[in-house]
């Protein structure tokens, strides 16, 4: 049985990614669908001792508004690779493995990124790669050519890639046209992921945080954690 998921590329992914993937064979990086302004694609937040804080990357939107994400070029005039480096480093600074990841962040600040979807894609593989997640990473703009929209592009993306399963995020019940995956022999799953509680930074519980908040605070245990209380892959190939 074959498992697929996919998204977006978003900046310092949440937990509820990173669950998605762990539960299939194949990701897909789908960035090849339209840049949505005050969406996920490039900004995320982190907690601070006030509260939780956006850590924004300023992108290019004026005269561009049907441009997808791997066309989005990031406004180098502001210096925002500073800030997010200093946000970051000051809030995580006393957080017990902090070190162990901070050489990459750095360096990932050091550099200059022309765009979003190679900044996005790198600190994602990275991610994966602390977190243990096992999964084939494919590229949409690199290595597929979908077609369709909302739906219809998820399966079409499914039958190009011949899934048995597709896992939608939960906002997926708001679009997906269950009949026609029933119709291809494939099965529908919407995630519905369940938040733990993990101990942070300066006192009180902040969930939907990026999920460096969660791998600075508790390293290799952060796998464990994250999939706690939630359906595993067993139990999807189970159903």
């Known amino acids: 049985m074959k498992i697929l998921t996919a998204h977006q590329p978003v900046y310092l992914p949440w937990l509820g990614l990173f669950h998605k993937i762990t539960l299939s064979d194949t990701y897909v990086y789908l960035d090849t669908v339209q840049y949505l302004k005050k969406d996920w694609n490039n900004r995320n937040k982190i907690k601070t001792a006030q509260g939780w804080i956006w850590l924004t990357v300023p992108v290019i939107t004026k005269g561009k508004f049907e441009q997808t994400l791997q066309e989005v070029k990031i406004n180098n005039q502001i210096d925002w690779r500073r800030k997010h480096w200093q946000s970051i480093r000051v809030n995580y600074s006393k957080a017990p493995y902090f070190q162990r990841y901070a050489d990459f962040f750095e360096g990932v600040y050091q550099r200059e990124w022309d765009y979003?979807?190679?900044?996005?894609?790198?600190i994602l593989r990275f991610l994966l790669n602390e977190l243990r997640i096992k999964v084939n990473f494919t590229k949409a703009s690199t290595q597929l050519k979908l077609e369709g929209t909302k739906s219809d592009l998820v399966l079409d993306m499914c039958l190009k890639l011949n899934a048995d399963v597709y896992i939608f995020g939960a906002l997926g019940k708001d679009y997906a046209?269950?009949?026609?995956?029933?119709?291809?022999?494939?099965?529908?799953?919407?995630?519905?992921?369940?938040?733990?509680?993990?101990?942070?930074?300066?006192?009180?519980?902040?969930?939907?945080?990026?999920?460096?908040?969660?791998?600075?605070?508790?390293?290799?245990?952060?796998?464990?954690?994250?999939?706690?209380?939630?359906?595993?892959?067993?139990?999807v190939l189970r159903m």
């Open 116 to 122: 979003l979807n190679d900044l996005n894609e790198v």
């Open 177 to 235: 046209e269950v009949d026609k995956f029933n119709e291809r022999g494939i099965k529908v799953i919407f995630q519905n992921y369940q938040h733990p509680d993990y101990s942070q930074q300066f006192g009180r519980f902040e969930p939907y945080m990026s999920v460096i908040d969660l791998l600075f605070n508790h390293g290799d245990a952060s796998l464990d954690i994250l999939m706690s209380g939630n359906i595993t892959r067993d139990e």
